[in-house]
């Protein structure tokens, strides 16, 4: 997770890279993306989260979207296959 190591106490908090780390770890255990609500949950909080830095100014479009696809990249899916969260 390159995208976080970099934005990782210069631009996120403590309890915003929490999430990442939350969602990553759900997604690295995650079998089946479609039946596991609790790794949805998790990705759409770091949607959610992503949306917020860039409306706040904190991050720019293209490091979010970075970020969006180092964490999908810990999950199940198939290559070109994005999460629809």
Do not use: I, W
Request: hydrophobic share 40%; aromatic share 4%; net charge negative.
């Amino acid at each position: 997770m390159r995208a976080l190591a970099d934005l990782s106490g210069t631009k996120l908090h403590p309890e915003e890279e929490r999430v990442v780390r939350d969602a990553a770890d759900e997604l690295v255990l995650c079998r089946d993306f479609d039946a596991t609500s609790s790794a949805h949950d998790a990705l759409a909080a770091v949607y959610e989260l992503t949306d917020q830095l860039v409306e706040n100014g904190r991050l720019s479009p293209e490091r979010a979207q970075s970020l969006l696809e180092d964490v999908e990249t810990c999950g199940p899916f198939d290559s070109g296959e994005q999460a629809a969260a």
